[in-house]
């Protein structure tokens, strides 16, 4: 198998002026695509702005050869964007929404401001720029985007409660985006990263910080953009040069009423909590009507006769 290259293609990659970002620009020019290098060039907080940061990763490509324009705009105005890969290239294949920013308080300290900042950059901006892409991507039968999660998101992370939420809602829009650009061969895919950037200077300790290259989480960004990978509405974790693929699963659960006409009470719910809970044989659901499918067969097997105590308990939603 040869070398995967992006000859031809068009890559959007925003806030590429620094960090991961800036991995990801000079991954894609090194192997052939077109870069927009977008980049607001402002704080780690969100404040200010510049252009210093895009214009440097553009030099630095141009001097490897490769070929790249600066855009200055903000995520929030993504059509703007995607109109300077089309304006300066004819085309866009590849939306990588990575730009971020972090406004850390408790959740108690946490001011409309925070909220509204955070959630402007993650999720409105990447609503933005995939909402202007994916006409094109459409029309042209064609689109990869990444949007840019965290395991703050996935898992919650003391003082960042404004920014796990817009990571997990990126996580939300993935999921159906997925679904809606499937017959258009559009994929869209999240990369939940740990690299060494200014927004991780100062969390992680100096011995993890200088193994946790931008570089090393690069290559899987890249592999998700190009057109041989199937992958789409995956949420994958990498650093360090590792990668896995994380997952929601439920439980089998339990169900709660031993009869259709039956209704439940908050005893009913506490009696079977420890199987409403217990994660042994839990299942991952492919998809929403996987979900529904189980709840349709608990519901059949209420129809068709009592189902009895001793079942009950070792009910399993499986179709
Ligand atoms: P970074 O601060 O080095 O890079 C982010 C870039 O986005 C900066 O150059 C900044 O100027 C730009 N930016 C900020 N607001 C913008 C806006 N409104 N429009 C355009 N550009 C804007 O940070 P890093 O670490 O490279 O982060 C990249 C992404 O990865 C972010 O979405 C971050 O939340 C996410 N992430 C990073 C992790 C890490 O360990 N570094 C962990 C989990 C997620």
């Given at each position: 198998m040869g070398d995967l290259r992006f000859d031809g293609r068009v890559a959007v990659v925003t806030g590429?002026?620094?960090?991961l970002g800036k991995s990801y620009a000079l991954l894609f020019a090194s192997r052939g695509a077109k870069v927009v290098?977008?980049?607001?060039?402002?704080?780690?907080?969100g404040d200010g702005s510049s252009s210093k940061a895009a214009d440097a990763v553009v030099d630095e490509i141009r001097r490897n050869g490769g070929t790249a324009v600066a855009d200055y705009n903000?995520?929030?105005?993504g059509e703007k964007i995607v109109k300077t890969a089309l304006d300066n290239?004819?085309?866009?294949d590849i939306l990588v929404n990575n730009a971020g920013i972090l406004r850390d308080k408790s959740f108690a300290r946490i001011s409309d401001q925070d909220w509204d900042l955070v959630h402007a950059v993650h999720l409105k901006g990447s609503f933005k720029t995939t909402q202007a892409a994916f006409p094109v991507f459409k029309k042209q039968g064609y689109g990869r985007i990444v949007m840019t999660s965290s395991n703050s998101g996935l898992y919650g992370n003391f003082g960042q409660a404004n920014y796990s939420a817009a990571k997990l809602g990126l996580v939300g829009l993935t999921n159906t985006i997925a679904i809606e650009g499937a017959k258009n061969n559009i994929h869209c895919n999240v990369i939940v990263p740990t690299a060494a950037s200014r927004l991780t200077e100062d969390i992680l300790p100096p011995d993890l910080f200088a193994e946790l290259k931008p570089e090393l989480i690069a290559p899987v960004v890249a592999y998700l953009c190009h057109?041989?990978?199937?992958?789409?509405g995956a949420v994958i974790e990498s650093a360090a040069g590792w990668a896995g693929k994380c997952q929601i699963i439920r439980a089998n659960g339990s169900l709660l009423?031993?009869?259709?006409t039956d209704g439940v009470s908050v005893e009913n719910v506490r009696d079977n909590w420890q199987q409403v809970t217990s994660m042994t044989g839990a299942e991952i659901l492919a998809s929403i009507q996987d979900a529904t499918g189980a709840l349709m067969t608990s519901l059949d097997n209420l129809r068709s006769g009592d189902v009895k105590k001793e079942e009950m308990d070792v009910f399993e939603f499986t179709e």
């Open positions: 590429a002026g620094a960090g290098v977008n980049d607001l060039g402002g704080g780690r907080h903000s995520v929030v105005d290239f004819g085309r866009i057109e041989s990978c199937p992958e789409n009423r031993t009869k259709i």
